[in-house]
């Protein structure tokens, strides 16, 4: 067992025993529909975690993805449903900025936090002028995706699984996924090797770019209209999904299933607190205690590890 | 390099020092861009020197609250790359909502209220440091995962009810003295404080140099952690206070009255002229950035933009004002 | 000495050297690292190379694998004619010269078969995990049998010699472009021996079957055992290159000493000074006593800054500035530790005695002014404004405003990690006037070099191996081929 399994064990188990408790206090959420419910916004969530991850994992941090995702969002619900080719070119064209965005960052040094910071007024200055009211409606296939039903397991739970598997699959299989770990490792040796780090950076933002067009997909899909303010809470939820996964903030370390079960674990923790019948109020404490308590824990761990 | 000698060699006098002025002096173009801001939004409107004067009045009062939670973001940023502080908002509303819940619209606890309102700012303060001090956490997470308790136990605290501020109180906040607004005033002696800090004192000699390069200031002697203990429970204080008064002006509590202060904290201090880098910051720059905040959305709108083109304005001045200014440095 | 080579590589003999190098310099702005070097390599060589701190070791490994472009001369690969240009990295992995450097350079958050597919850029696509997987074990088997490294394992969970033993077996395992030239840089440093024999033995097989190998290693008794040609450097230029038989271990070790400083007033003043307590007892065996001027000594890397920077941490806070610092630094690595790079020279030397001259929170403008004045003239800062940018000043100039800084304060004990680097000779003769002056007034001064001059200025001289201390040497036994004895492991002189 080395040290990436253990990483992957603490989200595990963290969201086991979310569930039980949630089991336990309310057992009817034991069925089809219930599990449905209680994962409802699981997808959007998870896909913008893994874009999350991708620019965690070359070492630089996105505080963009929240608006990104609410404009994405907002060009779903509006172009992509009444003129599809526009609205197809308008994410495309959005993904490319977020690719432009990697390269300038790499190239001219700049820090990451207050480039995607200034993004995302940009980002929500764009949302607001596409739908400056809430509206819009969902693409139908769209709205039939998400709403639909397959047999035994409710595509709340198998959506997160083939996500997280497929990106397990690029980020911990493939070549082009090494290499792109080895920019948030030792990018000094992808250099050496003679490898364009700069092309490699710009990779890992595209990247992230399409993982948060798909979550304003998602999420329109699911909410069948858009708002500019929609997905605000996302760049929070998605840092706190990819640490609660196992994942660290500097040097490459990142895991696909941990952060889809990070994302996961953050959407049952808002519902647990309702069964519980705790306000609302307490939800988002509840995601900021989570997150320092995963850190604590993790950094007993560490703390052993380096005695050890 | 060369390009400045070959202005130097051709320029006259007088302009060389002007631009001289203006090269060293980031802060300069800050200001140059609100007046022209200004006289943008005075021509769009019917003109006259009272609507300049209300307009002005205007922004003074808004900028004011802009500046003191600037200061305090811009003291974190100067600590240098890394270093920024998340919970300004949620420290804010908590200690906006704790203050008016304690005076109880009462005109006789108005100090307690405002010690209270400090003392909320220094325990968010002490919290956070004590998340990256003793936990490691990047300050980023740290300071945004205490923003989620502190804005839990804000709306905990008051339950969504709206509790006007004592009527002296918001009399003070929401009037002038000399046809100056109060809060700008307030806003001004912290701002003249923070410069004596920054620009005069031992501390702020430390506060530069461990945002030049932390591993030197530390071998230069410069009590490094205390520096950051010192800047973090600052900021936090400064926010504290403003969540104080903004509450008092806008006649209570309000659970997202700090959200827009997250990214306008931070917008200030790089239009401002300070080093996103760390270890070059600037007083002046955040007032004028405050201004220009102000004045570009009353231009927007008096021209019939909106708040799209705005947000999307400020968001392309951030990421350009970055990247200039990393042409010149050139240190990250 | 080289003449024989030439007749070994020359025309009919039919041996393409790997990489041919002629007359190559390459200079760092005023500084010149290397100087008309020529080196041949051919197929089947091993070549030792040795030098003391600065003699121009890595800035010939960069010229070979292509990382460094050479200012002057001419680098062939495989015979090819070429321009030195910035293809060189290019052409060099080409020709199949891979490099093992002194600092790790794997991915520690990577499996050790995804290392292997960094430097291995066209791997094919298909099973590409499984066959990086066969490819380093089969590597790691050749190299280090019975290693016991698993190819699935990540890098930041194996320990240090691990991965260096990952490393190097990377840079010798099969690719598209097989390894026909491996630069190994202070491979065994944190080898213990058995693996490091075992390392030995592989390359003499590797040579043997027509590989070549450059061999750079402080462990002169591992270099007689597997060059079979010694290159010699000191002081950016090649003084010796010849086969290895020629060598005896005392005559390498003259040979990278050969050039005698201009000594005969070197150590002058150290003989007739009385010394006071002990100030400073260190757990390594480190110790000062008042007024002494302690040399730290050994090769580049081996503990001496580690030293320093914990006897200078221990002794100052986090929490608090001290009126009376106990201890001061003076950086070497300037942009490092100790130049503020945005501020003028007034405030880079007041940044330590802020506390010490200011009588409030407030800083002291007019003590600050004078105490910069002061030392503007005490030490001969080249400048006419002491408010222009420290950047404006050269960079002995610079050191001196990091002299002024430390020496301004009350400390007793003065830490200076390497702090002549870059420094031109007059500034350095100053220094050693004031320092001299400083020590005698009763401050301890901790001196870390890696210039043998300045360490023969020293009362007493401790000489660190791979994070020990080897050797503490004092009076007459402060010599520089004392030193260069403890420096490089000679084994059966080392007791």
């Known amino acids: 067992m080395n040290r990436d399994h253990l990483r992957i064990l603490l989200p595990v188990l963290s969201l086991g025993l979310l569930l039980a408790a949630v089991f336990y206090l309310q057992p009817r959420a034991m069925s089809y529909f219930g599990l449905n419910l209680l994962f409802n916004l699981a997808v959007p969530v998870a896909l913008a975690t893994i874009a999350q991850m991708m620019i965690l994992m070359v070492n630089d941090i996105d505080l963009s993805i929240g608006t990104f995702v609410s404009f994405c969002a907002c060009v779903t619900a509006t172009f992509v449903q009444s003129d599809p080719v526009t609205g197809y070119a308008m994410l495309l064209g959005a993904i490319a900025v977020y690719a432009a965005m990697g390269a300038i960052i790499h190239a001219r040094g700049l820090p990451a936090i207050v480039v995607t910071l200034g993004m995302s007024f940009f980002w929500s200055g764009m949302a607001i002028l596409i739908l400056p009211s809430p509206g819009g409606s969902a693409p139908a296939w769209l709205n039939a995706m998400m709403k639909a039903k397959p047999p035994l397991v409710p595509v709340a739970i198998i959506a997160p699984i083939v996500i997280g598997l497929i990106m397990h699959y690029f980020i911990k299989r493939s070549s082009l996924g090494v290499l792109l770990r080895g920019v948030g490792g030792n990018s000094q040796a992808i250099d050496r090797a003679g490898w364009s780090v700069l092309g490699l950076k710009a990779t890992a933002y595209g990247i992230a770019g399409l993982f948060g067009v798909l979550s304003g997909m998602a999420l329109v899909g699911l909410t069948t209209s858009a708002d500019a303010n929609i997905a605000l809470r996302y760049t929070l939820l ?34 647990f607190l309702s069964f519980l019948h705790l306000s609302s109020d307490w939800q988002i404490g509840a995601q900021g205690a989570i997150l320092i308590l995963v850190l604590a824990v993790r950094l007993v761990f560490t703390r052993r590890e380096a005695l050890a | ?62 900028a004011a609250f802009t500046v003191i939670v600037g200061i305090g973001q811009m003291f974190v940023v100067t600590l240098g790359p890394g270093n920024v502080d998340l919970s300004i908002p949620a420290t804010m509303t908590l200690a906006g909502t704790v203050a008016l819940k304690f005076m109880a619209s009462d005109g006789s606890l108005v100090v307690p209220g405002l010690l209270i309102a400090i003392g909320v700012g220094l325990g968010c303060g002490l919290f956070n440091f004590g998340l990256i001090l003793l936990m490691r956490i990047p300050p980023i997470i740290a300071t945004l995962a205490s923003s989620f308790l502190f804005q839990s136990v804000a709306i905990w605290s008051n339950r969504g009810l709206r509790i006007k501020p004592p009527e002296g109180l918001a009399d003070f906040a929401t009037g002038g003295t000399l046809g100056i607004p109060n809060v700008a005033l307030v806003a001004l002696g912290v701002s003249v404080l923070a410069w004596v800090v920054l620009e005069r004192a031992i501390m702020g000699r430390w506060i530069l140099a461990s945002g030049q390069n932390k591993r030197a200031a530390r071998l230069g002697g410069v009590p490094v952690t205390a520096v950051h203990f010192g800047v973090y429970v600052g900021c936090a204080v400064l926010a504290g206070f403003t969540g104080f008064l903004l509450a008092s002006f806008s006649g209570g509590a309000n659970l997202n009255m700090g959200t827009e202060y997250m990214l306008m904290s931070i917008a200030v201090v790089v239009i401002g002229g300070s080093s996103i880098a760390g270890g070059n910051s600037n007083v002046p720059g955040i007032w004028a950035a405050a201004l220009f905040m102000f004045l570009l959305v009353s231009m927007l709108n008096s021209y019939g933009l909106g708040a799209g083109v705005r947000l999307i304005l400020t968001g392309l001045i951030i990421v350009s004002v970055v990247v200039l200014a990393s042409k010149k440095g050139g240190r990250v | 000495m080289a003449v024989n080579r030439k007749e070994k590589g020359g025309i009919g003999t039919g041996e393409v050297p790997i990489i041919s190098l002629a007359g190559i310099g390459v200079s760092f702005g005023p500084v010149r690292a290397l100087s008309d070097v020529a080196l041949d390599i051919l197929p089947g060589e091993c070549v030792g190379v040795v030098g003391h701190n600065g003699a121009g070791k890595s800035t010939l490994v960069n010229v070979i694998n292509g990382r460094l472009s050479p200012t002057a001369g001419d680098a062939r690969y495989d015979g090819a004619e070429s321009r030195a240009d910035f293809r060189n990295g290019q052409r060099a992995r080409q020709a199949g010269i891979r490099s093992v450097f002194q600092e790790l350079s794997l991915c520690p958050n990577l499996t050790v078969l995804e290392n292997m597919r960094i430097p291995y850029r066209n791997m094919p696509w298909r099973n590409w995990r499984g066959n990086a997987a066969s490819a380093v074990r089969m590597a790691l088997d050749a190299v280090f049998p019975g290693h016991g490294i698993d190819p699935y394992c990540v890098v930041g969970d194996l320990s240090i010699a691990e991965r260096q033993m990952v490393e190097i077996a990377i840079a010798f395992s099969r690719r598209d472009i097989d390894a026909r030239l491996v630069i190994l840089d202070e491979p065994t440093s944190s080898l213990d021996g058995a693996i490091a024999d075992q390392l030995l033995a592989y390359i003499k097989k590797f040579c043997a079957d027509g590989g070549s190998v450059i061999f750079i290693s402080h462990m002169l008794g591992e270099i007689f055992d597997v060059a079979t040609r010694m290159v010699v450097m000191k002081d950016g230029r090649i003084i010796a290159n010849d086969d290895a038989k020629n060598f005896t271990r005392d005559s390498l070790v003259d040979a990278m000493g050969h050039v005698v400083p201009d000594g005969a007033e070197n150590g002058e003043g150290r003989k007739q000074r009385e010394l006071g307590e002990d100030v400073l007892r260190m757990k390594n065996g480190l110790s000062a006593r008042k007024g002494e001027i302690v040399g730290l000594a050994g090769l580049a890397g081996h503990g001496q800054a580690e030293a320093l920077a914990q006897c200078y941490l221990e002794r100052s806070s986090d929490w608090r500035a001290n009126r009376a610092p106990a201890v001061v630094f003076v950086a070497g690595d300037r942009a490092r530790d100790g130049v503020m790079p945005l501020w003028s020279i007034l405030r880079n030397l007041s940044l330590q005695t802020l506390v010490e001259f200011s009588r409030s929170f407030l800083v002291d403008r007019a003590a600050e002014k004078k105490l910069a004045q002061d030392w503007h003239r005490k030490i001969k800062i080249k400048t006419d404004d002491l408010d222009s940018s420290i950047l404006s000043l050269s960079g002995g100039n610079q050191q001196k405003v990091l002299f002024s800084r430390a020496l301004a304060s009350s400390a007793p004990i003065v830490v200076m990690d390497d702090p002549m680097r870059g420094v031109d000779v007059g500034t350095k003769k100053e220094v050693y006037r004031m320092v001299r002056e400083e020590a005698e007034k009763g401050r301890t001064f901790l001196w870390y070099s890696t210039e043998t001059d300045e360490i023969l200025e020293c009362d007493r001289v401790f000489v660190f191996r791979d994070g020990e201390i080897a050797a503490e040497l004092t009076g007459d036994a402060i010599t520089e081929e004392n030193m260069l004895r403890a420096s490089f492991e000679m084994e059966e002189a080392a007791s």
């Open chain 1, 238 to 271: 998605s840092i706190a999904g990819v640490i609660l996964g196992g994942g660290e903030f500097t040097g490459g370390r990142v895991s696909p299933i941990g952060a889809v079960i990070g994302a996961m674990t953050l959407t049952l923790a808002a519902s």
């Open chain 2, 1 to 62: 390099m060369s390009v400045e000698n070959n202005v130097q060699n051709t320029a006259p006098r007088g302009v060389t020092a002007l631009l001289g002025l203006v090269s060293r002096k980031a802060w300069i173009w800050a200001w140059l861009a609100a007046g022209a801001t200004f006289i943008a939004a005075m021509m769009a409107g019917s003109g006259g020197g009272a609507e300049a004067g209300s307009l002005l009045y205007a922004a003074f009062t808004f």
